[in-house]
C-alpha cells in the first residue's frame, strides 16, 4: 500500500456528569468543558429518576483528554464527575441453552 488515505478517527471515553441544576442544558455544559478544557466535547442530557432534582449527562471526550477532565478540582462542590458505566439490563431475557 503506497498511500493511506483514510481518516483515523479520534479515540473517545465517555464520562458521567452529575448533580448539576436540572435547568442546565447539554449545551451549557459541552461550552464549559470545551473552554475550560479546550478540547472538543459531546454531550447528552440523561433521563434520571432524580431528574426534577439534578441533572446528569453523558459526556464525550477525547481520551488523551479524560484525566485532566476527571479532576475533581475543575468541578464545583456535589458533582460527581466518572468513568460512564455502560450496564445493560436484561431482567425479562430468557437463556435457552442449545441441546443437541
Known sequence: M?????????QQSCLFLSGLDPDIEPEEVK???DTTFK???KCEKMKTKKDRFKSSFKV?????SKQQVLNENMWG?????????????????EVNPVTA
Open 60 to 64: 464525550y471526550v477525547p481520551t488523551d
Open 2 to 10: 503506497d498511500k493511506f488515505s483514510l481518516t483515523i478517527a479520534e
Open 39 to 41: 478540547i472538543s466535547s
Open 77 to 93: 462542590k456535589g458533582i460527581v464527575i466518572n468513568h460512564f458505566l455502560h450496564i445493560r439490563r436484561n431482567f425479562n431475557r
Open 31 to 33: 461550552e464549559y468543558i
